[in-house]
């Protein structure tokens, strides 16, 4: 069975590669082969006229994979815009063949892709072909990170419903404390209100943490079981 899945954020910001490297991590020592894939990355650095694409360079470091970086990152772009709107002015264009092709080679070679998106599943890849399409034709469950405090029921449940609409399976929602905040009183009732309401499991809340730390290190061994286990079953 194919064990792969799409990580999206219910906003850009959230934590979408600080999971994804986390889960990457902790699913490599339990022995999966996992090969990460960002299929548009806008916002790249340029050093000595090269794109340089710092969530894709992260979750190689993550995976150790050797992978071509066409194929595990088709398009980069500079400008920090939606890729429909990067790519129209830096002249490229994005072919969702090109995407799926490459998502399909690397899932012949490994046991499973970790995709991750650029902002939310709303975002335009090219004109009105969103993240929410592409995920729909890769045929991929999707994983929600979200932020925990006040404004999240709204933007959470509103990822969930433009998902399901579209016939996209959810895995779940992760709530990822992005920010030191203090508990306020939304962040301890929303995971309930969110799993309650949308009808989809809570699959973890990450505290706020460096990545180095055992605490990180149990938290993401404990998630990627619960999704190891969701994908197997
Ligand atoms: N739980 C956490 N504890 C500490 N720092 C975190 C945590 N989650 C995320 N961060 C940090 O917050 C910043 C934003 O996270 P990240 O880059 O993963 O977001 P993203 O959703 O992938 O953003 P983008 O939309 O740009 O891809 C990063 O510097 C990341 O290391
Ligand atoms: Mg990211």
């Known amino acids: 069975m194919n064990k792969s899945f799409f990580i999206t954020g219910t906003d850009t910001g959230v934590g979408k590669t600080f999971v994804a490297t986390g889960l990457i991590r902790a699913l490599k020592t339990k022995g999966v082969d996992v090969c990460p894939m960002k299929p548009a990355e806008t916002g790249c650095r340029v050093n000595k006229g090269r794109l340089i694409p710092e969530d894709m360079i992260k979750l190689i470091k993550a995976s150790g994979v050797d992978e071509p970086i066409d194929l595990i990152n088709p398009y980069r772009m500079r400008n920090p815009l939606a890729p429909s709107v990067a790519a129209e002015i830096e002249g490229i264009i994005i072919k969702k063949k090109s995407i799926l092709d490459a998502y399909k080679k690397l899932s012949k070679k490994h046991d499973m892709i970790i995709a991750e998106g650029a902002g939310g599943i709303m ?82 809340i990450i505290p706020h943490m460096s990545h180095n730390n055992k605490k990180a290190e149990k938290i993401f061994n404990e998630i990627s079981s619960k999704i190891l286990s969701s994908r197997t079953n």
């Open 123 to 204: 975002v335009p890849l090219y004109k009105r072909y969103l993240f929410l399409d592409l995920i729909r034709e890769l045929d991929l469950p999707l994983l929600i990170i979200a932020r925990p405090g006040l404004g999240t029921i709204n933007h959470s449940l509103l990822t969930i419903e433009a998902a399901q609409k579209k016939g996209i399976k959810i895995l779940g929602l992760i709530f990822n404390h992005v920010e030191k905040t203090k508990a306020d009183p939304a962040q301890k009732t929303n995971p309930e209100v969110i799993a309650f309401t949308g009808k989809v499991p809570v699959i973890g």
